[in-house]
């Protein structure tokens, strides 16, 4: 059963607009949830990460919310780049490893 | 940027040979991960270790198998490949409870 959801397979944005990435948990337990982005063919990058104890985190253009009552996150690119187009994958922790969503794929077109 | 390697990036194989995926990391990281990930689908664990002589299989049932003999070195084997094992094959490392990283992935495909 997947305990990481991203239940938007694909997403298109306009170049200078805000992007906004959803993911949804169902494991209480998760501690620690983290994004990534991945070209075709190449490895995730880390993005971005949250503790469980904070509701949100900003690096640069990039923000993760963190709702753990109704658990969910959420991955804001302001504003987004045509570089930015890629898939997204959400992550969570509890314990030795990480789970994740089966990705969102980002199209910003100019 | 992590330093972490994978070779090779590439791989197409008879079906019934022996591979060995290579994944070298500089970072003295004592944790290291293996997923295996198909288009379209999450990352799934097939393999993690908490240091030398440490392996565990991870959530995904997989026929291959992994060692830690050297912390910076963690290779996953398949004692003969089949169509099945088709797939993007990932190795992380990660420092403590903190983010892992990546290496760029082996895609293989056996024939």
């Known amino acids: 059963d997947q305990q990481v959801k991203q239940n938007s397979p694909s997403l298109s944005v306009q170049e200078g607009r805000i992007s906004i990435l959803n993911c949804d948990y169902t494991?209480?337990?998760?501690?620690?949830f983290l994004w990534y982005k991945k070209y075709p063919a190449e490895g995730p990058t880390f993005l971005i990460s949250?503790?469980?104890?904070?509701d949100k985190n900003e690096d640069g253009r990039f923000t993760v919310f963190l709702n753990k009552s109704a658990k969910h996150l959420s991955l804001h690119i302001v504003p987004s780049q045509p570089g930015d187009s890629a898939v997204y994958f959400c992550a969570a922790r509890s314990g030795y490893a990480l789970n994740f969503g089966k990705g969102t794929s980002l199209l910003v077109t100019p | 940027e992590a330093d972490i390697y994978q070779t090779p990036r590439y791989l197409v194989i008879g079906t019934g040979k022996k591979i060995t995926l290579e994944c070298s990391q500089t970072?003295?990281?004592?944790?290291m991960y293996w997923y295996q990930q198909d288009p379209g689908m999450e990352l799934h664990l097939i393999h993690y270790s908490y240091g030398v002589n440490s392996t565990e299989k991870g959530d995904l049932s997989s026929e291959s198998t992994v060692s830690r003999i050297r912390t910076e070195h963690f290779p996953l084997t398949l004692e003969s490949a089949r169509p099945s094992h088709t797939s993007q094959y990932l190795c992380a490392s990660s420092k403590q409870n903190t983010e892992a990283f990546f290496g760029q992935g082996t895609r293989l495909t056996v024939v």
């Open positions: 970072m003295g990281h004592d944790k």
């Open positions: 949250i503790s469980s104890i904070k």
């Open positions: 494991n209480s337990m998760f501690d620690y």
